[in-house]
């Protein structure tokens, strides 16, 4: 005892550990996504050092969590692939003491039923979900570009068509009616990162958002984005190609087969390529035509006054100057099909190119069997990691 009584012994108070977290980032496309889920997986090993699982769970994709968004009324049913899918990552992730990282463009699709299901699973765990949100008109004309890649054969008008006779009703022109579903569930941590606020900072978005959501400051990214769009006349080529051979899209396809998109970077060499763009831009450029987009417009201002209204408190970086997107105007180019479809120079391109989608090109068959190989091949990776005997090996994941 000291000369007033009292116990020299320092009482050390028990600091209370943090609950475990479950971060979803739920993209949307266009968004930088395909570059940080590169990257989250690529650096895997340094993130699980770090706390936090980036599984390696999807079958459909290497990078993302697909498999899992894809099918988000088996989290709420407690039965099905996803559910069971689902599982094995947190039954993991519990086991090892780790935090979870989960990135799928598709969970943005989700209702709140699904993503209460899932704070309801998790139990104890913090659920966080992250958005990334980009100027709607630049995001809209990407991921047109991207659509077709994929199998889409709508011309850029046509798809225009669907979304400007109402933006406001607009999933792609307002981010709102894609964001509040997503946001209704209680005691979630919500952010929104400004994809438009980081580059014009020159900030890279993936270790930003390791930053800001996840707390680490020591990790840089390490996989450059490879998802590059392609000059409209490829675009267009793509499209047309897609149209006339009637090649096989959709999510069902995706597993085993390659997209159309595919079939030009994988079975056109480099010479083939230059020359579609430069003929095209040559022999066809009476068919161009561009279409300027103001962003002053009342729909527009008013897309963007709602987003700040309703959700500036969770906006990271805060924006600054009262705006979130650029007053220039947007600037899209597309080809007439009508005029390209005369040009004789851009015929005799594409029956080129439609010798490789015929089902027998040789070529299209190896690629084809790879890609079903690959499959075949995280399946059972899949099954390695999370229920055969490396399913207890802390070094894989």
Not at 344 to 356: I, W, Y
Request: no cysteine; glycine share 6%.
């Amino acid at each position: 005892m000291t000369a007033f009584g009292t116990d020299t012994d320092t009482h050390i108070e028990e600091q209370t550990p943090k609950p475990l977290r479950l971060v979803m980032h739920i993209g949307p496309h266009k968004t930088g996504t395909t570059y940080m889920q590169a990257n989250f997986r690529h650096r895997r090993k340094s993130l699980r050092r770090r706390g936090w699982l980036y599984p390696s769970i999807s079958v459909r994709s290497a990078l993302a969590h697909h498999d899992l968004s894809d099918d988000g009324e088996h989290l709420v049913a407690r039965e099905g692939r996803s559910y069971r899918d689902f599982m094995l990552v947190l039954e993991k992730a519990d086991r090892e003491g780790l935090n979870i990282i989960l990135s799928s463009e598709g969970f943005r699709k989700w209702k709140p039923a699904h993503f209460a299901a899932v704070k309801e699973i998790i139990g104890t765990r913090e659920l966080d979900i992250v958005y990334m949100l980009r100027d709607p008109y630049d995001s809209f004309y990407s991921w047109w570009a991207q659509q077709v890649k994929m199998g889409m054969t709508q011309s850029l008008p046509e798809w225009m068509s669907r979304h400007f006779d109402n933006p406001l009703h607009s999933r792609l022109l307002n981010p709102v009616r894609e964001i509040r579903p997503v946001f209704e569930t209680a005691g979630v941590n919500y952010t929104i990162l400004l994809y438009d606020e980081l580059r014009r900072k020159k900030i890279d978005i993936f270790e930003y958002f390791l930053s800001t959501v996840l707390g680490i400051d020591d990790l840089r990214a390490s996989k450059p984005s490879n998802n590059i769009r392609h000059p409209i006349e490829i675009t267009e080529f793509i499209r047309l190609l897609s149209k006339d051979s009637g090649h096989p899209s959709g999510k069902e396809h995706t597993r085993t087969k390659i997209h159309i998109g595919d079939v030009l970077k994988l079975l056109f060499n480099k010479e083939e390529k230059a020359e579609i763009v430069n003929s095209i831009r040559d022999a066809a450029a009476p068919a161009k035509r561009t279409l300027e987009l103001e962003r002053t417009t009342p729909e527009f201002l008013h897309i963007e006054r709602h987003l700040i209204h309703r959700y500036k408190s969770i906006m990271s970086p805060p924006p600054e100057g009262g705006q979130l997107f650029s007053r220039e105007p947007a600037r899209w180019t597309y080809y007439d099909e009508a005029e390209l479809r005369r040009n004789p120079a851009f015929v005799k391109l594409l029956k080129k190119g439609l010798r490789k989608t015929r089902p027998t090109n040789p070529a299209l068959i190896i690629t084809n069997l790879k890609k079903l190989i690959r499959y075949h091949r995280r399946s059972l990776k899949k099954f390695w990691r999370f229920s055969g005997p490396g399913a207890q090996s802390s070094s894989k994941g």
